[in-house]
């Protein structure tokens, strides 16, 4: 077992402004914001827009980044409000201590939900969070010993550094900034890498290694603590909290300002809240006639997913994007040798099947399926359709829990693992119908597949980086590495999807169908990689309809009808294996009458 | 035993209302795959139209609720045009944020046109009830499982057994296929949000002179549909009839034994088990998971 | 006057250029194969013609009319039927009622017709018989296909589209579809027909289009085409181990 060689670590893409930058403006904003005199009325509307902003990032995260719904941040705001301001005032206890424990009380909600909701998914997750929402509203109001009830609590302290209005007002704001440029830089971390991935494609991420639900119930928690700090800072900012500054309308405006703003960046938050939070002060005299104001917001929730589906900021980056592309430019780097997992190992058996069977209902798809792929050898799975190898494929990966059986890999019993931990053990795959992250790059989709604990190459970015290129460069696309995979053709994707599983330094690599949908050039090329993957000691199971490919590249058969094994053994003495030929083969492949 | 009797009925008569509103939005899941979070609005919106017609304006009850339904035909029509249809080809997220978008958008319409007070309705009947046995049968509680029976009748005949529901199925399970047939998809879609529209206002306005007519109204029936939905099985359509039923009885079961005041919490509660021990509803999924 | 005519297509996906002015035509009875490498366009010529994309330029015409820019539910009630790459078989209905639908494009046919009709295709696919009541789901890739193809039937069309109906079925079941569409062919169907496997799809075929990358390259009769050593090698997934014999027609 190797890892890769040490690639000179390159800089790739240099943000527009980086981090010094980030500093030096934020530092300009908070010493203005500390020292500009403002009265009263307008210390009071920065104040909210920067509390709101916090809470408002938090969508940005859960529903930008990560593509799931929260429609219960203002419950989240609440929480982390009414901990300050019941904490501070009823039990006298430090400020500081209550944002504290305001943030331990959401981020446990947080991931209660989450936990509960996420593995099904978004309409699910929606009308959880609405009901949840609802009752934290119901007791908020009725549990009146406890919460004051509708009379809420007032004269909330602020934190001795910060009693003055203003000099508050400095505070949130530093803390906006600083939650502004974590945001910011989230999607470039492995986390926030695993998050894109969830929300582009699950299946493919949890075949690459990320545990889809931790994933999704860490973007949910962090949804929920940005939503509890922001709440936390807006009691201390106002003093006074009550239940009807955190009824589901308010996360309807949450969701408002996140919308408006645009969802893929934390700036769209600001200007989203910013927006909101100013449009209604102008037009104060809407609030004379109830519900009008609201009916408003709903009008244009439906206007903004209709007519600016990437909200303002995302318009705006989108039209200067269009004049400043030339700046990026490629830079292919001379990308170290792949190396792969080779033939050493503890014994002879890469995967053992036993006695594998799965049923859907009545139907038995596999039915008790046997075999063993020896190391270092590239192991065809073939049979006619509906025999049962893609479903073989799916329980092997995990996506399928099986009925009974058991598969060993390299030594270890994979049978009850979910399809990351197998991808941890040494499991690689591809898709029949390809899979890839479409809002990334090749070498980000790679990367992703370079990353998880069982990869010997670690977890820095450097390194991870140059394994991504490695592998694109072993399957030829090492110069086009920077592009989004959406501008590939078919086969290139299913090149930069095998990449993809070899990053990931498998022991054993599962193929599912490789050449269906490439023309005769691309079989070609396609049996050349797998060769070349095949020299590298590297073992494979292949499944395919392609004849000619599974007899050229393939030196073990195992052949699969209605959900049985009913031959395996070398291509020569399984092609010409009686059943095989009538099962798979037909009689006479050339006439069709 | 008596209490018991009474209870199952009125849980039934409750549970009709849900089940109603619950076929509504398993309906428009299907034929969209988007979940109506505006779907509580339609009853809310048939309930304010028929006090419009029957109290404000006096009409006779059996015309306000002919015009009521037909406004909700109405309504079905531009919801769709609206809030659905420009987002057909986008992902299901959007689609959710518009019907939301839709839901505050009409509940706070009714506010600022009907201001907060609660409106009454009253009953079909002039007779309140009558008894049979130990148990008193309310003759509006009565009505709605009536009614409710009736539709479920009529509407599994209808996709059952006529080329329509064939051919409104077929849009739900794949548009592009159900184009190439020469099956108007755009028009069964229509047809979908126009009925569940009226399925949805059926149930506002019997159950208005139950409950308020409120514009909170909407969104606890909504709630607790969604809820009779999950028990089911999502997407199912027997099991949301009997997921609403269910829903009915158990939450007029807790309030007698329980605790009134938390009556609603009930739905949430039973929401909540079900999404974290039996996610697949009481009935399974219908179609096995398939690659 | 041929059956169906495209003339300098171009279709654009986003900033693709999917064909870059496409021009073949189809005369009425024969049966024309498609051929040519995944991008190479041959999909994107169908679903230009059943409407499902609207080319940027160019025209489509059938009988001689335009149908550029109609609809596909407008097309299909002109008479052109297409059974799209995938199958494409409702899963939750039964298999009588996938091929029942396929009669939507018809008007005035009451219910008890169209199911006898649709019994009537059973004939011609007696293996999807004994499944008639079963839903779409249940039946495997080949069933699925014969289903997808007598609904395609049950339209009457003039002009038949079939995209890839070899895709992902074992070599015995290919035979048994194909054998099928030869038998469409005798019916006296016009049948244009995508496939990647050049040497089912030339078997039954009149003429042969050779696309690649959005253009056409070769045309010519199935022999003609086959027979070029070059042409096969490049276009057709020739290989030393494949028969030079082409069956005859």
Redesign the interface.
């Known amino acids: 077992m190797t890892s890769i060689t040490d690639a000179p670590p390159a800089v790739r893409r240099t943000a527009p402004f980086g981090l010094l930058g980030y500093v030096v403006l934020a530092a300009v904003v908070v010493y203005y914001a500390a020292t500009h005199p403002f009265d009263g009325y307008i210390t009071n509307i920065l104040m909210q827009a920067a509390t709101y902003s916090v809470a408002v990032m938090g969508l940005t995260v859960v529903l930008g980044l990560c593509g799931q719904i929260n429609l219960a941040q203002a419950a989240f705001f609440g929480l982390g409000a009414y901990a300050v301001g019941l904490g501070t005032v009823d039990y006298g206890l430090n400020f500081w201590l209550c944002v504290g424990l305001g943030l331990v009380l959401v981020v446990a909600a947080g991931a209660f939900l989450g936990t509960s909701t996420l593995r099904l998914g978004g309409h699910y997750l929606a009308m959880v969070t609405i009901s949840f929402q609802q009752i934290v509203t119901l007791v908020m109001v009725n549990w009146i010993p406890m919460t004051h009830g509708p009379d809420g609590v007032s004269r909330i302290p602020r934190p001795g550094l910060f009693t003055s209005a203003q000099g508050y007002l400095a505070f949130c704001v530093t803390v906006l900034a600083v939650v502004g440029y974590m945001v910011w830089r989230l999607p470039a971390s492995p986390l926030g890498r695993a998050m894109r991935a969830v929300r582009d494609n699950e299946l493919a991420a949890s075949v690459a290694g990320i545990d889809v639900q931790r994933t999704k119930v860490t973007a949910f928690a962090i949804c929920a603590s940005l939503g509890g700090l922001g709440g936390a800072l807006f009691a201390g900012g106002f003093a006074y909290v009550s239940p009807d500054q955190f009824s589901f309308a308010e996360s309807i405006v949450f969701l408002t300002m996140v919308l408006l703003g645009g969802v893929a960046s934390p700036i769209g938050a600001v200007v989203g809240t910013g927006l909101l939070i100013l449009i209604p002060e102008w037009l104060r005299f809407l609030k004379s006639v109830p519900g009008l104001y609201l009916a408003i917001y709903g009008l244009a929730v439906i206007l903004i997913v209709l007519f600016m589906p990437d909200g303002i900021w995302g318009w705006f980056s989108q039209w200067t994007r269009r004049f400043g592309r030339a700046a990026v430019a490629a830079v292919p780097a001379d990308a170290a040798a792949l190396e792969l997992r080779g033939s050493v190992g503890h014994n002879n058996e890469v995967l053992r099947v036993e006695g594998l069977a799965k049923h859907f209902g009545g ?1 038995k798809a596999v039915d008790g399926v046997s075999f063993t792929v020896k190391r270092g050898s590239v192991h065809a799975l073939i ?5 049962g190898k893609t479903t073989t494929l799916n329980v092997l990966s995990g996506i399928y829990t099986p009925t009974a059986g058991k598969m060993v890999l390299d030594g270890t019993d994979v049978s009850n693992l979910p399809p990351h931990r197998r991808t941890i053990a040494g499991l690689g795959r591809t898709f029949q119908n390809i899979r890839l992250f479409r809002s990334m790059t090749a070498v980000e989709n790679v990367i992703i597949g370079a990353e998880h604990p069982g990869n010997p190459v670690g977890k820095a970015h450097h390194a991870l980086d140059a394994r991504a290129r490695a592998a694109l460069a072993f399957v030829g696309l090492g110069d086009r590495a920077d592009e989004m995979v959406t501008s590939f ?3 290139h994707q299913r090149l930069i999807e095998i990449a993809r599983a070899l990053a990931g330094n498998p022991t054993l690599l599962l193929l599912d ?1 490789p050449a ?8 070609v090329e396609l049996t050349g990689l797998l060769k070349r993957i095949a020299a590298k000691g590297l073992t494979i199971l292949i499944i395919d ?1 392609d ?2 490919l599974v007899s050229d590249v393939a030196e073990h058969i195992t052949v699969l009808n209605f959900g049985r094994r009913i031959a395996d053994g070398d291509p020569v003495s399984v092609l010409n294996h009686p059943d095989v030929v009538t ?4 009689s006479e ?5 | 035993m008596d209490l018991v009797l009474q209870l199952l009925f009125t849980g039934i008569g409750i549970g009709s209302v849900y089940a109603l509103v619950a076929l509504g939005f398993v309906l428009i899941f299907r034929a969209t795959n988007v979940v109506n979070f505006a779907q509580g609005e339609f009853s809310m919106v048939a309930a304010f139209l028929m006090v419009i017609f029957a109290v404000d304006l006096e009409w006779p009850y059996w015309l306000s609720f002919l015009l009521a339904l037909a406004g909700m035909a109405l309504y079905g029509v531009i919801f769709n045009l609206g809030v659905y249809y420009p987002l057909r080809h986008r992902t299901y997220l959007p689609v959710i944020i518009s019907t939301i978008g839709a839901s505050i958008l009409v509940a706070n319409t009714m506010l600022a046109l009907y201001g907060p007070q609660p409106q009454v309705l009253s009953p079909v009947f002039e007779t309140p009830g009558f008894n049979v046995g130990p148990v008193y049968l309310d003759s509006q509680y009565l009505l709605i499982i009536v009614v409710t029976m009736v539709l479920v009748a009529f509407q599994y005949w209808f996709f059952e057994h ?2 329509l529901g ?2 409104l ?2 849009t739900s ?2 548009k ?10 755009a028009t069964m879609i229509m047809i979908t949000f126009v009925y569940s529209a009226v399925l949805g206002g059926l149930a506002g306005i019997l159950v208005a002179p139950i409950l308020f007519v409120s514009i909170q109204m909407g969104g606890t029936i909504a709630l607790k549909a969604f809820a009779a939905t999950i028990i089911g099985g999502f997407g199912d359509v027997a099991g949301a009839i009997i997921g609403g039923l269910a829903l009915g009885v158990i939450e007029t079961f807790g309030a007698a034994y329980i605790s009134v005041p938390y009556k609603d919490g009930f739905a949430f509660l039973v929401l909540v088990l079900f999404l974290v021990f039996r996610p697949q509803g009481l009935f399974g999924e ?3 998971e ?1 690659a | 006057m041929p059956l169906i005519e495209c003339k300098d297509l171009v279709v654009r996906y986003g900033e693709i250029e999917a064909l870059h002015g496409l021009t073949i035509a189809v005369e009425a009875g024969e049966v024309v194969t498609l051929l ?5 366009g041959k999909s994107t010529t169908l679903r230009s013609i ?1 409407g ?1 994309v609207k080319p940027v330029s160019g025209d489509i015409l059938f009988e001689g009319q335009s149908i550029l820019g109609a ?3 407008d097309i ?2 002109r008479g052109i ?2 059974v ?1 790459e995938g199958r ?1 078989v ?4 039964s298999t009588r ?1 996938n091929i ?3 009669a ?3 008007k005035g046919l009451t ?1 008890a017709q ?1 199911r006898a009709e649709a019994d009537g295709m059973f004939d011609l696919f007696p293996d999807i018989r004994p499944f008639a009541d079963a839903l779409g ?2 039946l ?3 069933q699925q296909q014969m289903v997808a193809v007598a ?1 395609g039937l049950m ?1 009457k069309p003039k002009l038949l589209l079939l995209d890839e109906p070899s ?7 290919v ?1 048994k579809v ?2 099928i ?2 038998e469409i062919r005798k019916l006296g169907t016009t049948v244009l027909l995508v496939e ?1 496997n050049a ?2 799809g030339l ?2 075929a009149d003429r042969g289009y050779v696309l690649e990358t959005g253009r056409l390259v070769l045309s010519g009769k199935p022999a003609d085409l086959w027979g070029n050593e070059d042409i096969r ?7 030393a ?3 030079a ?1 082409l ?1 005859a027609v």
Do not use: C
């Open positions: 139907l049979g006619p359709n509906g025999s053709s078919y086969g169908e269906a949908g490439l023309n005769s050039t691309e079989k309809h004849m000619t099962a798979y083969l037909g492949p050339d006439a069709p009458h | 006529t080329l064939k051919k199925q077929a399970q794949d592009e296929m159900a184009s190439l047939l020469g099956i108007p998809v219908r179609v096995a398939k | 040519g490498g995944n991008g190479a059943s499902l609809g596909p539910e299909v009630r039927a297409h799209p494409r409702f899963p939750g209905l009622e029942m639908l396929g939507s494009n018809r219910k169209i789901w249940t495997s890739g080949g609904r339209a895709l992902g079925l074992a070599p015995v079941i035979q194909f054998s569409i030869a990647q040497r089912m078997s039954v090698a490049a276009y057709l997934g020739g290989h181990r494949v028969k014999t069956p």
